[in-house]
């Protein structure tokens, strides 16, 4: 069944977080990009509202999203992330809430765990839930990663260091992902929530980047990092088939789809401030005209938005439907990731210096925009998950 | 990369004279002073030690007299480390291009030595608020007065505008459209001179690029390059001489990029290997390499026919074809390049600890300035059609 009206709870989602993002989130986006952080205000505002990202990925992580019809969930997911991405991307994937965390602990932990972790979120003031699979050595191909985890005891002694981990420092806990042999692959995956505050574990470097500046990229070290032996997800009975790695796996088919929707949204953004600030200029008489080369960049960028947002829209239905979506899922994302970046690539070229002004929305668009064909799987990675979807049924390896 | 096309003795000597200097005062700090938005001193003392200003200008005049093909080498090779620090030398041969092409004997005499040596500074002011591509819509005017003119208006992204001891500038002194620009110099601290705000960019950021504001200021006539009304002329003449600077920027950002990501791939293991032997990685490399051996062709084409139609101050034709299809070929490819290098990057290439980012921001620029890409596919277009002037 092809559907692309909206229901009425989507409409209503998706105007609703149009006007947070447009009343709370853009009035304060640029400056926080400037100051490289989200104001805790806005956070605790936006919590307020209602807005975190547990009302939004994989699932309703953390509870709490009782009205959210079940069979929905992933195409209202991809909605609110467009919406908020509009706004503003760096404060969307800063939103409090258990965040990319939040899936792995649903997926592997036991009711108690998922009490324990998922249930401070009800709390009023903001929380966080980060998720820290990468490792400097280790990015696209996670099964390299080399944290170790052995067993003294009643506890889990970990060792190693984890980079890029967004809201890694101010998290409550990190879904940490780590081994207890390097040499056995997949199979020696552990997966462990390290709350905050847990001896050996220190929070290194905020990463300086070139865009989603307000967003905190940190290095996480853990350092004879004692975590108790209940804060294994799920239980060590768990990892007899290597449940560690294909839960890394399994979080990406909920969120990919959510971070190519936040990809189409920072495109629609800058296709839009170009388009209106574009329907201004061109009222101005100029003596050569130009109306043709601008027409077609414009028709061009809806074009190939609205191709990417019909992708991800696949990828989340999919997944409300309960089918398997990783084929479309990555392609959502490859495609999203791709023609986003050239989306804002040509609004700032079709805005002449103004494109470039750091007081102008397009140029930050811009910086932040790449990132989305890089993390949560690169281009290529998505690339070669379609491959194998595509090859495999005949016997070829990809 | 080897610079294939056939260099004489005095460029090899020059260009590896400039990679020396490139990579020891300019490399080092470059992450650092685009961080800070700081225009980078040290650069320009570096120039005027090492005498670079000097390249572009007549021996006349105290300069070397080096061919066009000679600055765009030397421009690229800065742009491998730092865009920034390659425009400081690039701007300041625009900025001087006015008084070289139309210049009278008594301006070229005052300004020239001292711009050639770097003890002054210039800035080429054209653009403004209402008129970037559209040149013939400046609206600066300037008003005819005992002894000279009174300019009043606004120019808006100055490279070096807030820093340049000698401004070339165009307003408006007769009626509507191009017959109506004439051009002028006007020196740091005139009265009437402002300079308003600093921008601040996505790229480029420790360049100095500024808004000027002339109110009623004073010009005296012998400050007039060229005749009334010739301004329109002496921009474009100007802007002919000046494209295959930019290009070459924007190759020089390219290759810089190229051998970021290069050396990467190389190193940088992924699932038990280098990630090199990736083919996803290998076909970005490959296409990286065919744009820029393709643009390093027309730029240099382009420059050589600069240099070979430019000597004496008139219009060029063929060469502008050329420089117009360096600059706008050498900047799309200059901007996949380095979009590609971050993706090779991959986290990594997000962040500030290395230097592919900045390449890919300060990279967007160079599609911009000194004509956007779309003016340049127009003059590329109309060179080749035979049309009677529009309606
Ligand atoms: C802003 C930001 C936020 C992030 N947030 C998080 C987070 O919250 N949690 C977390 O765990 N991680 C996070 N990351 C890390 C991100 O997921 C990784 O950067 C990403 O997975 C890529 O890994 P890498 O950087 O090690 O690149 P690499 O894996 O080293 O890749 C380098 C290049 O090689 C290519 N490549 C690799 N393998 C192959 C292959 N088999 N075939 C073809 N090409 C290949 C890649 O596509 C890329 O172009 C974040 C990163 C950034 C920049
Ligand atoms: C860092 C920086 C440094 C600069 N330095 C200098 C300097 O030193 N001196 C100086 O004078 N200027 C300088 N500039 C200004 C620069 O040259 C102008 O920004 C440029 O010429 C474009 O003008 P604009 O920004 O007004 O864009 P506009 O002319 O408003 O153009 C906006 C968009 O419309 C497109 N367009 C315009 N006309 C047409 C047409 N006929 N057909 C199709 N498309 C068209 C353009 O390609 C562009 O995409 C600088 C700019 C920057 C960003």
Request: one cysteine or more.
């Amino acid at each position: 069944m092809i559907d692309f009206e909206l229901t009425e709870t989507q409409r209503a989602v998706r105007d609703f977080l149009h006007w947070v993002a447009e009343h709370e989130i853009r009035p304060v986006a640029l400056q926080a990009d400037e100051e490289g952080d989200v104001p805790l205000e806005l956070l605790r505002r936006l919590k307020e509202l209602g807005v975190t990202l547990d009302t939004l990925p994989g699932g309703g992580a953390s509870g709490g999203d009782g009205e959210a019809p079940e069979h929905q969930r992933n195409r209202l997911a991809v909605l609110a992330a467009e919406e908020l991405a509009w706004g503003d991307a760096a404060v969307a994937i800063s939103l409090p809430g258990a965040g990319l965390g939040g899936p792995p602990v649903q997926l592997m932990g036991t009711p108690e765990q998922k009490e324990r972790f998922l249930g401070i979120f009800r709390d009023p003031e903001p929380r966080w839930g980060a998720y820290a699979l990468t490792e400097p050595e280790a990015g696209s191909d996670v099964a390299a990663i080399r944290t170790t985890c052995r067993k003294e005891g009643d506890h889990w002694v970990l060792n190693g260091t984890k980079l890029f981990i967004t809201n890694g420092a101010r998290a409550s806990w990190n879904v940490v992902f780590a081994t207890i042999d390097p040499a056995l692959g997949r199979a020696g995956h552990r997966v462990f929530v390290v709350e905050r505050g847990t001896p050996g574990f220190t929070v290194g470097r905020i990463m300086e980047k070139m865009g989603l500046r307000a967003s905190e990229t940190a290095e996480l070290i853990f350092d004879e990092c004692r975590v108790p032996a209940e804060n294994l997800l799920g239980g060590e009975e768990r990892y007899r088939q290597g449940e560690g790695f294909r839960t890394a796996m399994q979080t990406f088919d909920g969120t990919r789809p959510m971070v190519a929707a936040m990809a189409v949204g920072i495109g629609r953004a800058a296709y839009e401030y170009t388009r209106d600030r574009l329907r201004e200029e061109l009222t101005l008489s100029r003596p050569i005209p130009r109306y043709g080369v601008i027409a077609e960049r414009l028709s061009w960028m809806e074009r190939e938005l609205h191709a990417a947002r019909l992708l991800v829209w696949q990828a989340a239905s999919m997944a409300d439907q309960r089918i398997p979506n990783s084929k479309e899922a990555s392609m959502a994302k490859a495609y999203a990731g791709t023609v986003a970046t050239r989306v804002c690539a040509a609004a700032v070229e079709l805005l002449g210096a103004v494109g470039l002004r750091h007081d102008r929305w397009v140029e930050k668009w811009f910086r932040d925009i790449k990132v989305f064909d890089i993390f949560e799987g690169t281009g290529q990675v998505q690339r070669l998950v379609v491959a194998r979807r595509l090859f495999e049924p005949y016997g070829l390896r990809v | 990369m080897q610079v294939d096309l056939k260099l004489d003795e005095e460029q090899r000597q020059i260009v590896a004279m400039v990679r020396e200097l490139a990579q020891e005062r300019i490399a080092p700090f470059a992450a650092e002073w685009d961080e800070r938005e700081e225009f980078p001193w040290p650069v320009v003392e570096a120039y005027r030690e090492a005498g670079l200003f000097a390249l572009a200008f007549p021996e006349t005049y105290g300069g070397v007299g080096a061919s066009a093909v000679t600055q765009v080498l030397v421009v690229e090779e800065l742009a491998k480390v730092d865009a920034t620090a390659a425009i400081i030398l690039a701007v300041q041969w625009l900025g001087a291009l006015p008084i070289l092409v139309a210049g009278s004997e008594a301006q070229k005499a005052r300004y020239l030595p001292k711009l050639a040596s770097g003890e002054w500074l210039a800035a080429m002011a054209l653009t403004e608020p209402e008129a970037g591509s559209d040149v013939a819509g400046l609206q600066a005017r300037a008003v005819r007065v005992d002894g000279g003119y009174r300019l009043t208006g606004q120019k808006k992204f100055i490279s070096h505008g807030a820093i340049a001891d000698v401004l070339t500038t165009f307003a408006r002194t007769g009626g509507p459209g191009a017959k109506g620009l004439s051009a002028f110099i006007v020196e740091k601290g005139a009265p009437g001179v402002r300079v308003g705000r600093i921008e601040r960019k996505l790229g480029l950021r420790a360049s100095n690029t500024a808004e000027i504001l002339f109110d009623d200021c004073f010009v005296p006539e012998r400050h007039r390059i060229g005749e009334e009304g010739e301004g329109f002329s002496i921009a474009m003449r100007t802007l002919d001489r000046s494209r295959p600077a930019v290009a070459a920027q924007a190759l020089g950002i390219a290759e810089g990029a190229f051998a970021a990501a290069l050396q990467y791939a190389q190193e940088r293991r992924a699932f038990g290997q280098e990630i090199a032997r990736f083919q996803a990685i290998q076909f970005m490399l490959a296409d990286m390499a065919m744009g820029i051996e393709a643009a390093r062709g027309l730029v240099y084409r382009a420059a050589h026919l600069v240099e070979e139609e430019g000597r004496g101050g008139g219009r060029l034709t063929t060469a502008n074809r050329y420089s117009a299809m360096a600059k706008c070929f050498a900047s799309d490819v200059a901007m996949q390049v380095t979009i590609d290098a971050v993706q090779i990057l991959g986290g990594y290439g997000y962040i500030r600890d290395f230097p592919v980012e900045r390449f890919m921001r300060d990279a967007k620029i160079t599609q911009i300035y000194e004509g956007t890409n779309q003016i340049q596919r127009i003059i590329i277009a109309r060179s080749y059609l035979d049309l009677a002037p529009g309606p």
